[in-house]
């Protein structure tokens, strides 16, 4: 995003929700990154209700940019409403300044296929009319941490001839390793190559099968539970999951597995030390099972 308002609206307004006015990972807040990269915040709209019609009314001769920003790690219910982003690419056609959208995880596919809610994936996005959309290259696209814009030619070209963009460029290593991972989307096997969505996509009986060899012959249970995706994608979405539980001292459990020389980190839940085995690889079961059975005994 900083190079991208650098590079597009350097000096000049950029329109954004007050409800959108985040603050991210690491305390790095939406307003600091409007502020360094040379643009100045205009804000619309109040908290939890913004229309197309207030950024209508806002643009003028000082507009550079209409910026939405994802609000990520939390999410505002009740009386709400919140403009398009068919609506705001209406708004910035009609005043002539770029639509640009901070999607902010990486949404390529749409999660509805793994029991969690359907947003706008980066190309529906695109499609819709934004000019440019901002996103990480790990949580969602499951690669090393980096970021990404995308959008129309004019706009990636002005950010590649930025000063800035020598500042910030990633090695050759990265750009290898984020293609990779963005070809398993093209080719279809991002449930099977990319750790995150083969972890979704387990199916509830193969996790119940895992778990039942695990506890085989101890005094371990097996419970139902819910996984979170995390890295702030989905706040207040869990997904089905199985776990292995632990009955005893459950806080001497964890210290237990922590320290074994693989360490082992699961959840304490109503006083019991549980393991989510669809944030486990089954390679590793085999392993799980016995450092537990230390554990048990």
Do not use: W
């Amino acid at each position: 995003m900083l190079l991208l308002l650098a590079s597009v609206s350097p000096g000049r307004e950029v329109l954004v929700s007050r409800g959108e006015l985040v603050e991210i990972g690491g305390s790095f807040r939406v307003p600091d990154i409007i502020q360094q990269g040379g643009a100045k915040l205009r804000e619309v709209g109040t908290t939890n209700r913004t229309r197309a019609s207030d950024f209508l009314e806002a643009a003028g001769r000082r507009t550079g940019a209409i910026l939405s920003v994802h609000q990520s790690n939390f999410q505002i219910v009740g009386f709400t409403e919140a403009a398009s982003v068919a609506e705001l690419a209406d708004v910035a056609r009609r005043k002539r300044i770029p639509l640009l959208i901070d999607e902010g995880s990486g949404r390529v596919v749409d999660l509805a296929a793994y029991g969690l809610k359907s947003e706008p994936t980066i190309a529906e996005l695109l499609s819709s009319g934004a000019d440019a959309v901002t996103c990480s290259t790990d949580k969602l696209i499951g690669s090393l941490q980096g970021g990404l814009i995308l959008g129309k030619r004019e706009i990636i070209e002005k950010c590649a001839r930025h000063p800035l963009m020598r500042a910030l460029r990633a090695g050759k290593e990265s750009y290898a390793l984020l293609g990779r991972t963005l070809l398993s989307f093209l080719e279809g096997k991002h449930e099977r190559e990319i750790p995150l969505y083969r972890m979704m996509a387990t199916p509830l009986e193969d996790l119940r099968g895992r778990a039942n060899a695990i506890v085989a012959g101890s005094s371990m249970s097996i419970v139902e539970s819910r996984s979170a995706v995390g890295g702030g994608t989905t706040p207040s979405e869990t997904i089905a999951s199985i776990s292995v539980s632990i009955e005893g001292d459950a806080s001497s459990h964890a210290r237990l597995l922590r320290t074994r020389e693989r360490p082992i980190i699961g959840r304490i839940i109503d006083e019991h030390f549980t393991l989510d085995l669809r944030a486990i690889d089954p390679g590793d079961d085999a392993y799980v099972r016995q450092s537990l059975g230390v554990a048990v005994r």
